[in-house]
Every structure is written in structure tokens, then in C-alpha cells.
Nanobody, 124 residues
Framework: QVQLVESGGGLVQAGGSLRLSCSASGLTFSDIAMAWFRQAPGKERDFVAGINYKGSTTYYADSVKGRFTISRVNAEKMVYLQMNSLKPEDTAVYYC?????????????????WGQGTQVTVSS
């Protein structure tokens, strides 16, 4: 049974930082691309960042480039999202996702498994 469990969300002031963590189990983690998505109330789930199976290639939405960093530790089956210089528009539920193959893509349909989500709220 595949499980993805996110943690690290919370309330932070604009300009602050948070680090999200995602723990994976029940899958061959080192063979799969991982990603973070987010969904604000009344909006679609959007791609935030992705990382290939080795951790050697990363991808970011334009809105977070230069502020967010995705990373992974395959030996621990963990993926992280370091979020700096947070803005109120970053407020959303953040989801960890496991992809169908080695390389991350931006479309939701590329991802087979999802975590339950963690709330990130940035106050102005």
C-alpha cells in the first residue's frame, strides 16, 4: 500500500520560511519522480516543483523560481520543499505526489499517488 505523508505546514508571516516534508512508503521511491502541487480555495491544483528520480534535475513553476527548492533523499524515502520569501499568494494546501516514471512533469495526470495535503498560510 502506497502512502505519502506530508508535514511542516503552518502559519507564517510574509517574507518568512517553511520547510515541507513528505515521507513515502510502499513504492520503489528511487525509481520515481516526485513533485509538490498546491491548491488554493476555489482554484485548480497547480504544479509547484518537481524532481527526477535521482534528484539531479529539478523543475519549478515560474511563480516560485528563486524562492522554493525541492530536494530528495532516496535512502530515506523523503522529499522536501524549502520555501523562502513566502508571499500571501503562496497560501494553499500543499500536496506531495509520486509520478509514473523517472522524470517529473507539470500535469496532475502524470502522478499516481498523492498525500493528504498540508496547509500553508502566509499572512500579510
Amino acid at each position: 500500500q502506497v502512502q505519502l505523508v506530508e508535514s511542516g505546514g503552518g502559519l507564517v508571516q510574509a517574507g518568512g520560511s517553511l520547510r515541507l516534508s513528505c515521507s513515502a512508503s510502499g513504492l520503489t521511491f528511487s525509481d520515481i519522480a516526485m513533485a509538490w502541487f498546491r491548491q488554493a480555495p476555489g482554484k485548480e491544483r497547480d504544479f509547484v516543483a518537481g524532481i527526477n528520480y535521482k534528484g539531479s534535475t529539478t523543475y519549478y513553476a515560474d511563480s516560485v523560481k528563486g524562492r522554493f527548492t525541492i530536494s530528495r533523499v532516496n535512502a530515506e524515502k523523503m522529499v522536501y520543499l524549502q520555501m523562502n520569501s513566502l508571499k500571501p499568494e503562496d497560501t494553499a494546501v500543499y500536496y506531495c505526489a509520486a509520478g509514473k516514471g523517472w522524470y517529473a512533469r507539470t500535469d496532475v495526470d502524470w502522478y499516481d499517488y498523492w498525500g493528504q495535503g498540508t496547509q500553508v498560510t502566509v499572512s500579510s
